[in-house]
């Protein structure tokens, strides 16, 4: 009489089990696509009718096909932007936008990053987890700085490319992928792969639909509206109770700057006006225009301050004359600074320090 019951009870069970491993997958979605898309608010395509115009005619072209995109350009430029453009004016623009940036995973966790694991995969991986690649599952999958991916990682990168299919970390199972790959990078591939640091026939899987993606120097009419789309965009997050207004000449001071961090050094030089002149106007008197010859290290190009971003910035300058712009590998500025290549990548982003004139490797 008690078999029925049991059986009852045992199937109840089981299917509450199902429902909550299945919220769980729900509510870790839904996480993910709400960072992602805080991430992205407030971005949009400033300067597609004037110094971005081939450009977003490139992206009307391929966006409706599922072929990758290779995004090029210096740091700074909106490759995030544009692969964000290309996603959403895809038929893939319901499904999840994934970003990923290469440089910034530690080559110990990039397969788990990227592919997943299963419980009990490795010291420290008590429960399941889902990569980049499955999260991406019927959307886009974007990866950023994908020239620094270390060889290892490119072949495992490769073979997903070839086959749409992946395994978590310790499992067996295998994945089947409906994705599209959008890459970028600032690093120029061809010169890596005669260098033997970018597997050529990744080169070749990528490479398909290049889009190269201006300097703000090389499209100075954008400015306008950058200036003015990130004084609004700013004001808002910085919870200001008005939206200054900007000094008359003050844009002619932007326009004739070079602009060596591009439209993030542009974005940051806003966000650090509206902090010292909430009410404006906005002058840009802070701003160093000497600032243009970034890439020398002479100490004349700073002015003394106490400012911890600018004296790392003069650091950093000042070992990379030291390499003659040699970032990674032996004799590099990373190995004289004890840090990770990456990790320097990253800092002079963050910096609006460009390197790829610099760095040859």
Known sequence: MLKEPLIIALSNTLKHREI???NELLSDDNRYLYDEMRRISGDEIVGANFGLR???FKVQQVAALDSPVLLLGETGTGKDVVANAIHYSSTRSNGPFVSVNCGAIPDTLIDSELFGHEKGAFTGALSQKRGRFERAHQGTIFLDEIGELPLQAQVRLLTVLQNRKIERVGGVKTIQLDIRIIAATNRNLEEMVKENQFREDLWFRLNVFPILIPPLRDRKADIPGLLQHFINLKSKELKLLEIPTVSPGATDKL????????VRELQNIVERELILNPKGPLRF???SLSMKNVAGSNDEYFPETDNLNEITSRHILRVLAKTKGQVHGSGGAAELLGINASTLR?????LGIEYRKMDKG
């Open 54 to 56: 081939e450009v977003m």
């Open 346 to 350: 990253n800092r002079m982003n963050k």
């Open 20 to 22: 909550l491993k299945y």
């Open 285 to 287: 008197n802070e701003m």
């Open 255 to 262: 326009m004739e700057y070079g602009w060596p961090g591009n």
